[in-house]
């Protein structure tokens, strides 16, 4: 596990209000410079902070695990997930110029509903995605990788792959039946 800060990294994450998040974002070049370096970091760092009940109280926020590069304002292809996939236990991923290389057929939604840390206001209603998905994808270091997700990574992937395409998950409801074809599709 990574050190975390002693204080909150200072990132701005935008508002669904800001017009930013609907632009589609642009292909990174390599080597990557020190400030997005940084700003890899210190996402990464909010969103762990932000799984850990101590320091989600003491900065009250909103628990959050995915952020992409636009949701700070910049419109290039990255974005960083922190799963907790033990009680304190992490794992960190950048994903910069992503390429899906393949998604199940099988559809899953997430059952308590999607969320995301531009979106601060309740949402009811599904949003299917696919159960397994295959994302080749660069680190920071510019080295090219392929990676296999499923269930809730899978789904956080997309979810993080439509920012990039300036998508919210509030674009897959559908206002008049928030909850249309539920039965079609998997909860988890």
């Known amino acids: 596990m990574s050190k975390l800060p002693d204080n909150l990294p200072n990132i701005k994450i935008l508002d669904e209000k800001d017009k930013t998040l609907r632009r589609k974002s642009k292909e990174v070049t390599f080597p990557l410079t020190k400030q997005e370096k940084k700003d890899i970091k210190d996402m990464m760092d909010y969103l762990e902070m932000s799984q850990i009940e101590e320091t989600r109280e003491k900065y009250n926020l909103r628990a959050g695990w995915g952020l992409s590069y636009i949701q700070i304002g910049v419109p290039k292809r990255i974005f960083v997930m922190v799963h907790e996939y033990e009680e304190g236990k992490f794992q960190r991923y950048v994903i910069i110029n992503p ?71 509030t674009d897959h409801i559908d206002p008049k039946d928030p909850f249309k074809n539920q039965n079609r599709y998997r909860s988890i």
Do not use: W
């Open 99 to 169: 390429k899906v290389k393949s998604m199940s057929e099988e559809m899953v939604y997430i059952s308590e509903g999607e969320g995301c840390l531009s979106i601060n206001r309740p949402v009811e209603g599904i949003v299917p995605r696919h159960a397994r998905m295959t994302v080749e994808y660069y680190d920071e270091s510019g080295d090219k990788y392929e990676i296999r997700v499923r269930e809730e990574l899978a789904v956080g992937f997309q979810h993080e792959l439509d920012h990039l395409e300036g998508i919210l998950f």
